[in-house]
């Protein structure tokens, strides 16, 4: 059974995050959790709330193992873009784009 938790709208563009969530693809659920608590990246505190969110998902709603639980997929995908201006030098206009991302979580249960 797989079990799915979504976080939308971080302010993190998806190529931070990215650098992230490769490191926990594939592993236990309780391991990544660890292994996120000790990053010392902004993504890994958003990681480390949707995999938490999807533990707790998997064990609520479910009824499954924790400790059966591992990473099966995970994904950041681009959100929406906020578009905001600075001056610049001759009074032109620079872009400032604010990037935010989707993260998505897919915890499979491991077969024994």
């Not at 709330?49 to 064990?59: F, R």
Request: hydrophobic share 40%; no cysteine.
């Amino acid at each position: 059974m797989d079990v799915r938790a979504t976080a939308k709208h971080l302010p993190i563009s998806a190529r931070k995050l990215r650098l992230v969530i490769d490191q926990v693809r594939g592993m236990d659920a309780d391991q990544a959790l660890t292994v996120l608590k000790f990053m010392p990246k902004k993504g890994a505190d958003f990681t480390g709330k949707a995999v938490a969110s999807a533990l707790a998902n998997a064990e609520n709603n479910f009824d499954l193992n924790r400790n059966a639980m591992f990473i099966s997929t995970i994904h950041a995908d681009e959100g929406v873009t906020l578009k905001r201006m600075k001056a610049g030098a001759r009074g032109r206009y620079k872009p400032r784009l604010r990037r935010t991302s989707h993260l998505t979580v897919i915890l499979s249960e491991r077969e024994e």
